[in-house]
């Protein structure tokens, strides 16, 4: 379960708000859609469920606490970046959509 968002465009993008002019030029060419929905999976996903998901390229980032999914698909840029919020590997937090590249 998410339990914070790192800035407010995220959170923007995961309750499915509308995104100014200046919100949706600073995403370049991301699929808000496809970054949302990977967003609700983080939500209602623990560790293991993404181990398990291929697509997403669950990997932990070099020289950091934090981890990573593909916010759009493996050629994309952009990735939904993240920190473990508990033991259980069950609660994210400082979630956010950033270029990596």
């Known amino acids: 379960m998410i339990k914070s968002f790192a800035d407010s465009l995220t959170e923007k993008i995961f309750r499915g708000d509308d995104l100014t002019k200046k919100e949706a030029r600073q995403l370049g060419d991301i699929r808000i859609d496809k970054a949302q929905?990977?967003?609700?999976?983080?939500?209602?996903?623990?560790?293991?469920?993404?181990?398990?998901?291929?697509?997403?390229?669950?990997?932990?980032?070099?020289?950091?606490?934090?981890?990573?999914?593909?916010?759009?698909?493996?050629?994309?840029?952009?990735?939904?970046?993240?920190?473990?919020?508990?033991?259980?590997?069950?609660?994210?937090?400082?979630?956010k959509i950033e270029d990596t590249h």
């Not at 990977?38 to 980032?61: F, M, N, Q, V």
């Not at 990573?68 to 069950?90: C, E, G, P, V, Y």
């Open 37 to 95: 929905e990977r967003l609700l999976i983080l939500h209602h996903s623990a560790e293991k469920d993404l181990l398990t998901l291929h697509s997403l390229h669950y990997h932990k980032l070099h020289g950091t606490g934090r981890y990573s999914i593909d916010a759009n698909s493996r050629n994309s840029k952009w990735r939904i970046t993240f920190a473990w919020a508990d033991q259980a590997l069950t609660d994210v937090s400082l979630v």
